[in-house]
T-cell receptor, first 113, second 114 residues
């Protein structure tokens, strides 16, 4: 069964520390996404990628970097974690050809202290 | 600004009732519209979607209506059931332009009371 898996599922980080959230998909999809969920904001797009070795900025990219080393893997990197980055992060994948059904991972709960 | 906006943060309906969730968008290039359902501590899953070449799509108890001139789409749920209790997220994007971006609204928390 096709799947999107995220790791870690939960993490506590200190302010100023580096955090890497990883995402792996077996859907054979070209498109991958990182969203964050905050109460009252729904899902907001941070970075996305059409193809390996290329990433695009979403609507709230500040403070985040992304890396797509292969079709299957997409990472979100917080070089200097801040309190405001406490949130649940969702990775997703979709077929090429424009936005369509997104298949989400289980989410990664990040708490920055 | 918020490109996709849901008008109600929360709604309550009695079991068996009909409800309407609303979503407004700003970008008139959007041609793909969707509703996702999210249970607490779970990931969002696609409920129903529609392309801009139709103004209505029905799937069982769920119907999405699209009003392109008004930049508005809605989700109608009939015969509400307790298991419909969840957060509903509308989303829109520009499929024809080849963009992969899907923009979500803030979500509407629906409670179906028995």
């Amino acid at each position: 069964e096709a799947a999107v898996t995220q790791s870690p599922r939960s993490k506590v980080a200190v302010t100023g520390g580096k955090v890497t959230l990883s995402c792996h998909q077996t859907n054979n999809h070209d498109y991958m996404y990182w969203y964050r969920q905050d109460t009252g904001h729904g899902l907001r797009l941070i970075h996305y990628s059409y193809v390996a070795d290329s990433t695009e900025k979403g609507d709230i990219p500040d403070g985040y970097k992304a890396s797509r080393p292969s079709q299957e893997n997409f990472s979100l990197i917080l070089e200097l974690a801040s309190l405001s980055q406490t949130a649940v992060y969702f990775c997703a994948s979709s077929d090429p050809g424009g936005p369509g059904q997104l298949y989400f991972g289980e989410g990664s709960k990040l708490t920055v202290l | 600004g918020q490109q996709v906006k849901q008008s109600s943060p929360s709604l309550t309906v009695q079991e068996g009732g009909i409800l309407i969730l609303n979503c407004d968008y700003e970008n008139d290039m959007f041609d793909y519209f969707a509703w996702y359902k999210k249970y607490p501590d779970n990931s969002p899953t696609l409920l129903i979607s529609v392309r801009s070449n139709v103004d209505k799509r029905e799937d069982g108890r769920f119907t999405v209506f699209l009003n392109k001139s008004g930049k508005h789409f809605s989700l109608h749920i009939t015969a509400s059931q307790p298991e419909d209790t969840a957060v509903y997220l509308c989303a829109a994007g520009e499929a024809q332009g080849g963009s992969a971006k899907l923009i979500f609204g803030e979500g509407t928390k629906l409670t179906v009371s028995s």
